[in-house]
């Protein structure tokens, strides 16, 4: 699966945008997805997931009642809508596919096939 991203920008507190996540190659909707993010001088972190049916979701407390994972299989697309954005969600965001069930749905070393990322940068 090769992924790739898009979306991100530079938006005011309290704004929104939309990820995407575009696959191609072997069955997208086989794969649990995953968003992640990575700050400046900090560690990849887990965002949200979403099984391959979209009959699961899961979310980080830091986004939960903000953020919204979604899929259309049919275009092998999978989104992040991003409401209410704070300073502290300016980060990198990545997408992913889950391809090993070791650990657990937040789990980064459950996940491969990662996208270049895309930067979201949140001002005050």
């Known amino acids: 699966v090769q992924l790739v991203e898009s979306g991100g920008g530079l938006v005011q507190t309290g704004g929104s945008l939309r990820l995407s996540c575009a696959a191609s190659?072997?069955?997208?909707?086989?794969?649990?997805m995953g968003w992640f993010r990575q700050a400046p001088g900090k560690e990849r972190e887990w965002v949200a997931s979403?099984?391959?049916?979209?009959?699961?979701?899961d979310y980080a407390d830091s986004v939960k009642g903000r953020f919204t994972i979604s899929r259309d299989n049919a275009k092998n697309t999978m989104y992040l809508q991003m409401n209410a954005l704070k300073v502290e969600d300016t980060a990198v965001y990545y997408c992913?596919?889950?391809?090993?069930?070791?650990?657990?749905?937040?789990?980064?070393?459950?996940?491969?096939?990662w996208g270049q990322g895309t930067q979201v940068t949140v001002s005050s």
């Open positions: 190659g072997r069955a997208f909707d086989t794969y649990t």
């Open positions: 979403i099984s391959w049916g979209s009959t699961s979701t």
């Open positions: 992913a596919a889950r391809i090993t069930y070791v650990a657990a749905v937040n789990a980064l070393k459950d996940y491969g096939y």
